[in-house]
């Protein structure tokens, strides 16, 4: 089963915890053990879990990417947005949670997280279910 999620984003470079809908997806298919891929297909956007109680770590995080790859770098990409594809590939575009029970099997503090790097725009990520 492939669900779809979409997600408006309201700045350049932002990060929104998109848990709760893969959850309900999750929940929604019946499937008690199992996987769980989440994958945005853009090439400016990622997916990563981390830990999702203390909201600074989502700030060091991104002050990290920053100071890696800045967004002025004299980029060979000429459409002008070369850092964000940069850091989409750092962070990767998919993840795999497994599930147990009919529930994703993150840590105590995990969340799943879409990030964008060359924002406001509408993403779209798909979410598979699968049993196994």
Same mark, same amino acid.
């Given at each position: 089963?492939?669900?779809?999620?979409?997600?408006?984003?309201?700045? =350049? &470079?932002?990060?929104?915890?998109?848990?709760?809908?893969?959850?309900? %997806?999750?929940?929604? #298919?019946? !499937?008690?053990?199992? @996987?769980?891929?989440?994958?945005?297909?853009?090439?400016?956007?990622?997916?990563?879990?981390?830990?999702?109680?203390?909201?600074?770590?989502?700030?060091?995080?991104?002050?990290?990417?920053?100071?890696?790859?800045?967004?002025?770098?004299?980029?060979? =990409? &000429?459409?002008?947005?070369?850092?964000?594809?940069?850091?989409?590939? %750092?962070?990767?575009? #998919?993840? !795999?949670?497994?599930? @147990?029970?009919?529930?994703?099997?993150?840590?105590?503090?995990?969340?799943?997280?879409?990030?964008?790097?060359?924002?406001?725009?509408?993403?779209?990520?798909?979410?598979?279910?699968?049993?196994?």
């Amino acid at each position: 089963m492939i669900e779809r999620i979409k997600v408006k984003t309201a700045k =350049h &470079t932002t990060v929104i915890n998109i848990t709760q809908r893969v959850r309900e %997806i999750v929940e929604a #298919s019946s !499937i008690e053990n199992g @996987l769980c891929v989440v994958y945005v297909p853009h090439t400016t956007a990622a997916v990563f879990v981390n830990e999702g109680a203390d909201p600074d770590v989502v700030k060091d995080i991104l002050n990290t990417l920053e100071r890696l790859v800045p967004w002025e770098n004299n980029y060979a =990409h &000429t459409e002008g947005n070369a850092a964000a594809h940069i850091k989409s590939s %750092i962070i990767g575009n #998919s993840r !795999i949670i497994p599930i @147990l029970e009919n529930k994703l099997m993150l840590g105590r503090w995990e969340a799943i997280f879409l990030a964008e790097f060359d924002g406001p725009r509408e993403r779209e990520l798909l979410v598979s279910v699968l049993r196994i």
